[in-house]
Each structure stands twice: as structure tokens, then as C-alpha cells.
């Protein structure tokens, strides 16, 4: 695509539940990161991709954050068992390498509102 | 570990005049590069100016550039001939050059809020 989609925009959910948020980045972006932001604060690393290879998962807060990459394009973040201090804006980033001085192209996030 | 520092929450300009926002960083690296990224109520992180620690030349695009003292250690915005379309949150962020991967992520500072006034 044009530029990196997330989706939903917006998601409320109550305490507890389960939710998912989608990143699709750029056509042949082979990273792709996902950050947090809190109200009020800088962007969280939570998980790099590199195209096929592991994730680097060093910044996930807890084990109920996970995240997949399917045939290293579409991204999903889960969280489970969702409490209030998950809410924040999920910002995905994708870039065509991941190495040297470049910028990544970010999404314009999905944010999460547990009551 | 890199940290980046905004030491101004909010900042305020008057429609054509000039601002110029702060940003300092700590790193025991000498090869890295620098962002500015720009934050409307969109939500997107749009690239506003990068630098490259190994140039002495300062960065320029269009009305936005940077003064990058590096033995200071600090990296500052400056917008010339502020437009109302200028405001925005504006984050500082700083990449490691030492090779790919994770250690390749962004570490950004926490923002300045930049209103201007018409």
C-alpha cells in the first residue's frame, strides 16, 4: 500500500478482555516495529520484525503482550487480559532496512481505551 | 543505554516568526543518527529532518533545520516562518548507527507541544 495501515483506529475494551490491532506496512518494507504511547509520553519500543528472522521482543512489557508477522508483511499485537494501564496509542513503523540513518514511516496507530 | 531529553513540554510561536525547540541526548557512541518527527492530532509520525552524527554540516529542509553540536550533545529544531499547519507535537529521537536489527530502534524523547498563534 501507499503507506502503513493500522487498524482499528480507535478499539474500547473492558478490563479483561482480549484484543488484537493490525499493522499492514509498506509494500516491501522488511522491518517493522511496534511502539507504545502513553499519554503525555515518548514513544515505547515494544517488538522489532526483520523479515523472516525471530522478533526481537525486549520491550514487551509482560507476557500478555504478543505479536505475529505472517509472511513477513501484516503485523498483529495482542494483548490479553487487558488492564487500564494498557491504554495508550499502539503506533506500528515499517522501513525498508533496518540499518543505517533511516526514518521509518509510521502509521497513524490505533488507540486502546480499557475500562 | 541512549537517552533524549525535551526539556520544553509546550512551546508557542506567532504565525511567520521563528521557534526553535530543544533536544539533548547521552550516548558513549560516536556513530548515530538524529530525527525530528512531527506528531499532528493524526496521530502519524511524519519525518520532519534527520542528521547524521558523522556530518558537521547542519541539516536543512525548507523552513525547518537544526543546529547539531555534537560535542554538546544536543540537537535543536529551528522553523523559520512558522505556519498555522506547524502545530503539532514534535519528538526528538536518536538511532543508534552500530548495526541493524533492534539496535536500530528509535529512542525518543517525550515531546513539545508547539501552538501557533495567528
Known amino acids: 500500500g501507499a503507506g502503513v495501515s493500522q487498524s482499528p483506529s480507535n478499539k474500547v475494551t473492558e478490563k479483561g478482555k482480549d484484543v488484537e490491532l493490525r499493522c499492514d506496512p509498506i509494500s516491501g518494507h522488511t522491518a517493522l516495529y511496534w511502539y507504545r504511547q502513553s499519554l503525555g509520553q515518548g514513544l515505547e519500543f515494544l517488538i522489532y520484525?526483520?523479515?523472516?528472522?525471530?522478533?526481537?521482543k525486549s520491550g514487551l512489557p509482560s507476557d500478555r503482550f504478543s505479536a505475529e508477522r505472517t509472511g513477513g508483511s501484516v503485523s498483529t499485537l495482542t494483548i490479553q487480559r487487558t488492564q487500564q494501564e494498557d491504554s495508550a496509542v499502539y503506533l506500528c513503523?515499517?522501513?525498508?532496512?533496518?540499518?543505517?540513518?533511516?526514518?521509518?514511516?509510521f502509521g497513524s496507530g490505533t488507540r486502546l481505551t480499557v475500562v | 543505554a541512549q537517552t533524549v531529553t525535551q526539556s520544553q513540554p509546550e512551546m508557542s510561536v506567532q504565525e511567520a516568526e521563528t521557534v526553535t525547540l530543544s533536544c539533548t541526548y547521552d550516548t558513549s557512541e560516536s556513530d548515530y543518527y538524529l530525527f525530528w518527527y512531527k506528531q499532528p492530532p493524526s496521530r502519524q509520525m511524519i519525518l520532519v529532518i534527520r542528521?547524521?552524527?558523522?556530518?558537521?554540516q547542519n541539516a536543512t529542509e525548507n523552513r525547518f533545520s537544526v543546529n547539531f553540536q555534537k560535542a554538546a550533545k544536543s540537537f535543536s529544531l529551528k522553523i523559520s516562518d512558522s505556519q498555522l499547519g506547524d502545530a503539532a507535537m514534535y519528538f526528538c529521537?536518536?538511532?543508534?548507527?552500530?548495526?541493524?536489527?533492534?539496535?536500530?530502534?528509535?529512542?525518543f524523547g517525550k515531546g513539545t507541544k508547539l501552538s501557533v498563534k495567528p
Open positions: 529521537a536518536y538511532r543508534s548507527g552500530l548495526g541493524g536489527g533492534s539496535q536500530g530502534n528509535l529512542i
Open positions: 513503523a515499517s522501513s525498508l532496512v533496518s540499518e543505517g540513518g533511516y526514518g521509518y514511516t
Open positions: 542528521q547524521e552524527a558523522y556530518k558537521q
Open positions: 520484525f526483520q523479515g523472516n528472522s525471530a522478533p526481537d
